[in-house]
């Protein structure tokens, strides 16, 4: 896991060190000391914690103009033993909501395990964002991930699988990214109302 490393071609758009309203700002990394680990593997240090044992992220777009924020998740999420939800939601989500951020994309293919509980802060969140037109989106969840996600019901309040998997999103810049998905988001309201 020490190998993976969060995505890096964006940081000419975006460095979530850099930007005042990032929980990250100021964030001094250590590029040849491994100190985080999930488990009893060590991660590379340029994943940021945020209170969570077993999941960490990185912040790899926020757009102010547009309202949205790209995130890439490493690690087990871990709602049932480390309430990693309620971590992620006062430490990051809270913080860019004030900051009119209503749009996330959190990419989920580096996330390994899913453990879920009740989705009370899932609910919380998407009550947050849905005055504002807002969504939560998980790009390529794992299928056991995805199981254990549907399995918690968090459908409701978060889109994943399906037109959400696969995507390649790397080779593209933030913007294209968030259009496309965006796009999707739209197909996908339209068929619930």
């Known amino acids: 896991m020490h190998d993976i490393e969060p995505h890096f071609q964006w940081r000419d758009h975006y460095v979530a060190a850099e930007d005042p309203d990032s929980p990250f700002y100021g964030r001094v990394y250590d590029e040849f000391q491994y100190t985080q680990k999930v488990y009893n593997y060590y991660i ?31 690690g087990e999420w871990n709602d049932c033993l480390h309430n990693d939800i309620m971590h992620l939601k006062r430490e990051i989500i809270d913080e860019l909501v004030q900051h009119g951020i209503y749009k996330y994309i959190l990419i ?9 509980s009740d989705d009370s802060y899932y609910e919380e969140w998407y009550e947050d964002i849905s005055d504002e037109e807002g969504w939560i989106c998980c790009l390529n969840t794992l299928p056991h991930v995805e199981d254990e996600m549907l399995s918690t019901r968090l459908q409701s309040y978060i889109s994943f699988g399906g037109i959400f998997n696969d995507v390649n999103w790397r080779p593209q810049k933030p913007l294209v990214v968030y259009k496309a998905i965006e796009g999707l988001m739209q197909g996908v309201i339209k068929r619930l109302y």
Request: charged share 15%; net charge negative; hydrophobic share 50%.
């Open 44 to 74: 590379h240090p340029q994943w940021d914690a945020f209170g969570s044992a077993t999941l960490y992220l990185k912040i790899l777009a926020v757009d102010y103009t547009e309202g949205f924020a790209i995130i890439e998740l490493i």
């Open 108 to 116: 989920c293919e580096n996330v390994m395990n899913f453990h879920g």
